[in-house]
């Protein structure tokens, strides 16, 4: 491994940073102390080994084997968030959370980010968003190390986002991101973010261990085929008519209060977690014929 100023772990197992609260060890843990130890290891570090950078870990099954790669988690030194006139500059170990708060302080609306428990890095990656806003729409640029270790920008072109999705590089680690929002009244973004944030208390498992929405909600033609007559179906919807609502494996279970959420209800395998949502997506294809996609990203290789 090359030399560095940050901090780099063998064989780190990686459940206590993941939401879910599973997952194998990382070959190697690296802990960058800013950018430019990051850029410095990616450089030196041969290009063959493969590098997976991770946020806090709230959109992920680490499978129960864990990951034959370096794996980058950004802490001080990349958690910083500045005002600067009309735009936000946050770093890519910052919350959301944190970044809505500061944002809406300024009187910028970033609320959005407030219920996403995710930090920026894994924003921008992921595309993430809530109540019809998404990373995207705010988005002025992000600064990223590539995997052979030079600090680029990268526009919204570059990373062309789609729903939940990017063309970001693999191995490529965002270090930083500048949004422009639209102005608000403090007091009344305030206001929106506890709402918004009662709201997700009254509907979703918010005090669990989960990786929010499983599923992606589907969406496509109905029966008839014809061109205008589209459904807009929600996966909990035909989850609950599959009669998968509540439904175990293991220490994994589909949410009784809101039954597209994936549970570790204490002691789950990444199997248990993995072979549910697998046994949903068949019980709901038998019985709809729909086919419902991951939302949570699963990596990592299966116990051996
Ligand atoms: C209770 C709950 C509610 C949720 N609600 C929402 C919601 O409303 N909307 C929504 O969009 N998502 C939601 N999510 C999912 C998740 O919070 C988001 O996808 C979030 O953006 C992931 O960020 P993270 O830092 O946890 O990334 P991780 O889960 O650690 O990683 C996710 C992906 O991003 C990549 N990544 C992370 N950081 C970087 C980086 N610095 N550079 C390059 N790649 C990186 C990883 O390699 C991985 O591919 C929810 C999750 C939970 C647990």
């Not at 041969?46 to 370096?70: C, H, K, Q, T, Y």
């Not at 506890?194 to 909600?217: I, M, W």
Request: hydrophobic share 40%.
């Amino acid at each position: 491994m090359p030399e560095t100023r940050g901090k780099l772990t063998e064989h780190r197992v990686l459940s206590d940073l993941t939401w879910l609260r599973v997952g194998g060890p990382a070959d190697w843990l690296f802990q960058p102390a800013d950018v430019e130890d990051l850029a410095a290891f990616l450089r030196d570090l041969p290009p063959e080994v493969p590098v997976f950078p991770m946020g806090v870990g709230s959109n992920l099954i680490v499978r129960d084997g864990g990951l034959r790669a370096v794996v980058i988690r950004m802490g001080r030194g990349f958690n910083y968030i500045e005002i600067e006139g009309d735009r936000v500059r946050a770093g890519a170990a910052a919350l959301d959370a944190h970044v809505a708060r500061k944002a809406a302080a300024a009187g910028l609306d970033l609320t959005f980010l407030r219920t996403i428990p995710g930090a920026i890095g894994g924003a921008v990656r992921m595309n993430a968003g809530c109540y019809g806003i998404y990373t995207a729409d705010h988005f002025v640029e992000a600064t990223a190390v590539t995997r052979a270790g030079e600090v680029v920008t990268l526009t919204a072109g570059d990373l062309n986002f789609r729903y939940r999705q990017t063309d970001l590089p693999e191995g490529w680690v965002i270090v930083e991101a500048v949004f422009a929002p639209p102005r608000g009244e403090a007091g009344a973004l305030e206001a929106r973010m506890a709402e918004q944030l009662a709201r997700r208390d009254a509907t979703q498992p918010s005090r669990e261990r989960t990786a929010g929405s499983t599923f992606r909600n589907p969406a496509g033609f109905s029966s008839t085929g014809r061109a205008d007559d589209v459904h807009d179906l929600k996966a909990w919807k035909v989850i609950d008519d599959a009669g998968m609502r509540g439904a175990r494996i293991g220490g994994a279970q589909m949410s009784e209060k809101h039954s597209n959420f994936l549970i570790n209800t204490g002691g789950a395998t990444a199997q248990d977690l993995e072979a549910l949502g697998e046994e949903v997506r068949k019980r709901v294809f038998q019985n709809s014929g729909i086919e419902l996609h991951w939302e949570i990203m699963r990596v990592g290789e299966p116990a051996p």
